[in-house]
C-alpha cells in the first residue's frame, strides 16, 4: 500500500521517515505516556494513521529539514565538482607521462642508432649510411636530454603549485551526517511522538462500543412471529363435555299395496 507524499517531504526521504516511526512504535514501552499502546490501538492502526498524516508530522519539523536538504545538495554539487577536477587531473598527468615517456624513448632511440652506426663505421669499407644513423642517434640524443630537462621543470612546477594551492577541505559527510540527525531528532520529539499521544487519548476519550451478548446455546431463536395462546382450564372446573344427537331416521311407509288397474 502507497502513502500520498508530502509536498514539502521528498521520496528520497520517504524510507527514513518510516523508519523513525517504527523506531518510535517500537520503543513505545519506554515512553510513559506511551503505554496505551497496543490496549486501545494497535501498533499497525497508529503506523498508518500516522503514514497518512505524514504531511502535518513533518511540518513540525520543516526547518530542520529544509536545513538538511541544503546541505545534502551542497555536498552532491561539490561531489560533482571533484570529478570535474579529477577529469581535469586526468588529461594533465596524460601529458605529463608523455611528456615523460618522450626522453626515454628519444635517448632510447639514439643508443641503437649510435651503437648500429658505429658497428657499421668499423666496417672496410664502411656502408655510406654508417654516417647517417650516427647523425641520426645524436639528434635522438640531443631530443631526449631536451625532453628530460623539460619534464623535470614541469614536474617540479606542478609539485610547488599544488602544494601552494592545498588547504585542508571541511568534511562534507560529517555535516550531512549532523543535519540528518538533527532532521531526525526534531521529527520524533516534536511530529511522531506527539502525535502518537494525541491519538491514543483521542482514542482514550471515545465511548467504548457496546459489546452484544451471544444468542443463547441450546434453544430455538425467537423468529418475528408467536404462536397461539393456549390457556388450560381453570382449576377446579369442568369443562363441557361434547354432546352429540343421533340423525332422525324414519322407517319407510309399510300400508297395503295400492289395487292396480285393471
Same mark, same amino acid.
Given at each position: 500500500?502507497?502513502?500520498?507524499?508530502?509536498?514539502?517531504?521528498?521520496?528520497?526521504?520517504?524510507?527514513?521517515?518510516?523508519?523513525?516511526?517504527?523506531?518510535?512504535?517500537?520503543?513505545?514501552?519506554?515512553?510513559?505516556?506511551?503505554?496505551?499502546?497496543?490496549?486501545?490501538?494497535?501498533?499497525?492502526?497508529?503506523?498508518?494513521?500516522?503514514?497518512?498524516?505524514?504531511?502535518?508530522?513533518?511540518?513540525?519539523?520543516? !526547518?530542520?529539514?529544509?536545513?538538511?536538504?541544503?546541505? /545534502?545538495?551542497?555536498?552532491?554539487?561539490? *561531489?560533482?565538482?571533484?570529478?570535474?577536477?579529477?577529469?581535469?587531473? %586526468?588529461? *594533465?598527468?596524460?601529458?605529463?607521462?608523455?611528456?615523460?615517456?618522450?626522453?626515454?624513448?628519444?635517448?632510447?632511440?639514439?643508443?641503437?642508432? @649510435?651503437?648500429?652506426?658505429?658497428?657499421?663505421?668499423? @666496417?672496410? $669499407?664502411?656502408?655510406?649510411?654508417? +654516417?647517417?644513423?650516427?647523425?641520426?642517434?645524436?639528434?635522438?640524443?640531443?631530443?631526449?636530454? %631536451?625532453?628530460?630537462?623539460? %619534464? *623535470?621543470?614541469?614536474?617540479?612546477?606542478?609539485?610547488?603549485?599544488?602544494?601552494?594551492?592545498?588547504?585542508?577541505?571541511?568534511?562534507?559527510?560529517?555535516?550531512? #551526517?549532523?543535519?540528518?540527525?538533527?532532521?531526525?531528532?526534531? @521529527?520524533?520529539?516534536?511530529?511522531? @511522538?506527539?502525535?502518537? /499521544?494525541?491519538?491514543?487519548?483521542?482514542?482514550?476519550?471515545?465511548?467504548?462500543?457496546? /459489546?452484544? #451478548?451471544?444468542?443463547?446455546?441450546?434453544?430455538? $431463536?425467537? !423468529?418475528?412471529? #408467536?404462536?397461539? +395462546?393456549?390457556?388450560?382450564?381453570?382449576?377446579?372446573?369442568?369443562?363441557?363435555?361434547?354432546?352429540?344427537?343421533?340423525?332422525?331416521?324414519? =322407517?319407510?311407509?309399510? =300400508?297395503?299395496?295400492?289395487?292396480?288397474?285393471?
Amino acid at each position: 500500500m502507497h502513502m500520498n507524499v508530502a509536498p514539502h517531504l521528498l521520496t528520497e526521504d520517504r524510507a527514513e521517515f518510516e523508519r523513525v516511526l517504527d523506531d518510535a512504535l517500537r520503543n513505545a514501552p519506554d515512553h510513559p505516556d506511551l503505554a496505551e499502546v497496543g490496549e486501545r490501538l494497535t501498533p499497525a492502526q497508529l503506523r498508518t494513521m500516522a503514514l497518512n498524516a505524514t504531511a502535518l508530522i513533518t511540518t513540525a519539523a520543516a !526547518v530542520e529539514y529544509d536545513h538538511f536538504v541544503k546541505v /545534502r545538495e551542497q555536498v552532491r554539487s561539490a *561531489a560533482a565538482g571533484t570529478g570535474a577536477v579529477l577529469g581535469d587531473s %586526468a588529461g *594533465a598527468g596524460a601529458v605529463a607521462v608523455v611528456t615523460v615517456l618522450a626522453p626515454i624513448l628519444a635517448g632510447t632511440a639514439a643508443v641503437i642508432f @649510435l651503437l648500429v652506426g658505429a658497428v657499421l663505421k668499423m @666496417l672496410d $669499407p664502411a656502408p655510406a649510411f654508417a +654516417d647517417t644513423l650516427l647523425t641520426a642517434g645524436l639528434l635522438f640524443g640531443a631530443v631526449g636530454a %631536451a625532453g628530460l630537462l623539460f %619534464a *623535470a621543470v614541469g614536474l617540479l612546477m606542478a609539485a610547488l603549485r599544488n602544494s601552494a594551492t592545498q588547504v585542508p577541505a571541511p568534511s562534507p559527510d560529517d555535516e550531512l #551526517s549532523r543535519a540528518k540527525d538533527a532532521w531526525c531528532r526534531a @521529527l520524533l520529539d516534536r511530529g511522531i @511522538l506527539p502525535f502518537l /499521544r494525541e491519538a491514543l487519548a483521542s482514542a482514550a476519550a471515545a465511548p467504548p462500543l457496546p /459489546r452484544q #451478548s451471544p444468542p443463547p446455546t441450546g434453544r430455538i $431463536p425467537k !423468529v418475528g412471529y #408467536s404462536g397461539p +395462546d393456549f390457556t388450560s382450564p381453570a382449576a377446579g372446573t369442568k369443562a363441557p363435555r361434547p354432546s352429540y344427537t343421533s340423525p332422525d331416521f324414519t =322407517g319407510p311407509d309399510f =300400508g297395503s299395496p295400492e289395487p292396480r288397474p285393471e
